[in-house]
C-alpha cells in the first residue's frame, strides 16, 4: 500500500488549503483514514479521522471548526480542508491508513500501519 499526500504550501494566516491522500490498492473503502502533523521540535499528533464509512469523522480540539476530514472512495482519495490556518498549524502532514471496517478512529499513531510522506505546511503570521 502506499499513500501519497499532497497540496501543502505556504499561506498567510487566516487561509485555506486542501490537503490530498491518494492510497494505492482496491481496498482503501475499507479503512479508516487519518491525518496527523509534527511540527518542529514537537511530537507527532493526531489531527483528524473518518471512519470506513464516512459517517464518522473525529478532530483534535485545536482543529475543530476550522478543517474537516472527508473521504472518496470512488478516487481512494481522503481530504483535509485546513480553514482559518493559523502559524501554528505549521507543521508537515501525514495521512495514515488506521482499522479495517471500523466507524471508530484511533488516535494514537500506532494503530495506523501505512503513512504518506508528508507534505509541508507552512502558516505565516
Known amino acids: 500500500v502506499q499513500l501519497q499526500a499532497s497540496g501543502g504550501g505556504l499561506v498567510q494566516a487566516g487561509g485555506s488549503l486542501r490537503l490530498s491522500c491518494t492510497a494505492s490498492g482496491r481496498t482503501f473503502r475499507r479503512y479508516v483514514m487519518g491525518w496527523f502533523r509534527r511540527a518542529p521540535g514537537k511530537e507527532r499528533e493526531f489531527v483528524a479521522a473518518i471512519g470506513w464509512s464516512g459517517t464518522k469523522t473525529y478532530y483534535a480540539d485545536s482543529v475543530k471548526g476550522r478543517f474537516a476530514i472527508s473521504r472518496d472512495n470512488a478516487k481512494n482519495t481522503v481530504y483535509l480542508q485546513m480553514n482559518s490556518l493559523r502559524p501554528e498549524d505549521t507543521a508537515v502532514y501525514y495521512c495514515?491508513?488506521?482499522?479495517?471496517?471500523?466507524?471508530?478512529?484511533?488516535?494514537?499513531?500506532?494503530?495506523?500501519?501505512?503513512w504518506g510522506q508528508g507534505t509541508q505546511v507552512t502558516v505565516s503570521s
Open positions: 495514515a491508513r488506521g482499522s479495517t471496517f471500523s466507524d471508530y478512529a484511533s488516535r494514537i499513531p500506532k494503530d495506523y500501519d501505512y
